[in-house]
């Protein structure tokens, strides 16, 4: 007769894994965002996500392991969020974009572009996921705004709201421009109705 094993509800090493994985990469926003690069260490980030150095540099075994990844995985979140958006209108889907550099996130990517211009050995790992990651957002905005790249001059319309919103974000790194910005984006979506139709 063979053992049985009672059930155990201990959750299976897989989950828990995945769990501290994503707890090190939300972690990792968070403190590169408050405190810059120079002050988002992979101990910093490993007490913030209540695990030890060890468990996190098992998951990412160098700094910029860790922070590039943390961008990418928030950047994944915020455009699975922006895909979910239902249809609506120019100013709502502008006000979604615009937001996209207004928060963590874009103060994180900030931080890691900052650091990125002075590091040789992140520099090229940021700068390809900043395209992969601009490639998407492009695409998400032309889907949302429905807009027909065949036309001359949309595509560049696109870019160039994607371009103000990012200036937006640096305009409110330092202050709040709420006031200013929601006037800015109620103008954007007028001249997009115009130049989309």
């Given at each position: 007769?063979?053992?049985v094993?009672p059930?155990t509800d201990r959750?299976?090493?897989?989950?828990?894994?995945?769990?501290?994985r994503?707890?090190?990469?939300?972690a990792?926003?968070?403190c590169l965002?408050?405190h810059?690069?120079?002050?988002?260490?992979?101990?910093?980030?490993?007490?913030?996500?209540?695990v030890s150095?060890?468990?996190?540099?098992?998951h990412?075994?160098?700094?910029?392991?860790l922070?590039t990844?943390?961008?990418e995985?928030?950047?994944?979140?915020?455009?699975?969020?922006?895909r979910?958006l239902?249809?609506?209108?120019?100013?709502a889907?502008?006000a979604?974009?615009?937001?996209?550099?207004?928060?963590?996130l874009?103060?994180a990517?900030?931080q890691?572009w900052?650091?990125?211009s002075?590091?040789?050995?992140?520099?090229?790992?940021?700068?390809?996921l900043e395209a992969?990651?601009?490639?998407?957002?492009?695409?998400?905005?032309?889907?949302l705004?429905?807009?027909?790249?065949?036309?001359?001059g949309?595509?560049?319309?696109?870019?160039?709201?994607l371009?103000?919103?990012?200036?937006?974000?640096?305009?409110?790194?330092?202050?709040d421009?709420t006031?200013?910005?929601?006037?800015?984006v109620a103008?954007?979506a007028?001249?997009?109705?115009?130049?989309?139709?």
């Amino acid at each position: 007769m063979g053992v049985v094993t009672p059930p155990t509800d201990r959750t299976p090493k897989q989950d828990r894994s995945r769990a501290t994985r994503r707890r090190l990469l939300e972690a990792a926003v968070a403190c590169l965002a408050e405190h810059g690069w120079a002050g988002s260490t992979v101990s910093v980030v490993a007490e913030r996500a209540g695990v030890s150095r060890g468990a996190a540099q098992h998951h990412f075994p160098t700094r910029e392991d860790l922070f590039t990844a943390a961008v990418e995985y928030v950047a994944e979140e915020r455009s699975a969020a922006l895909r979910a958006l239902p249809v609506q209108g120019r100013t709502a889907v502008v006000a979604a974009l615009v937001d996209l550099y207004t928060g963590p996130l874009f103060r994180a990517a900030l931080q890691l572009w900052v650091a990125a211009s002075n590091e040789e050995q992140l520099r090229p790992r940021v700068t390809e996921l900043e395209a992969r990651v601009g490639r998407e957002t492009h695409r998400i905005a032309v889907e949302l705004l429905a807009a027909d790249e065949t036309r001359p001059g949309v595509r560049e319309t696109v870019q160039g709201l994607l371009d103000m919103a990012r200036g937006l974000g640096l305009a409110n790194v330092l202050t709040d421009d709420t006031a200013r910005r929601r006037r800015v984006v109620a103008q954007w979506a007028t001249l997009l109705d115009d130049a989309l139709g």
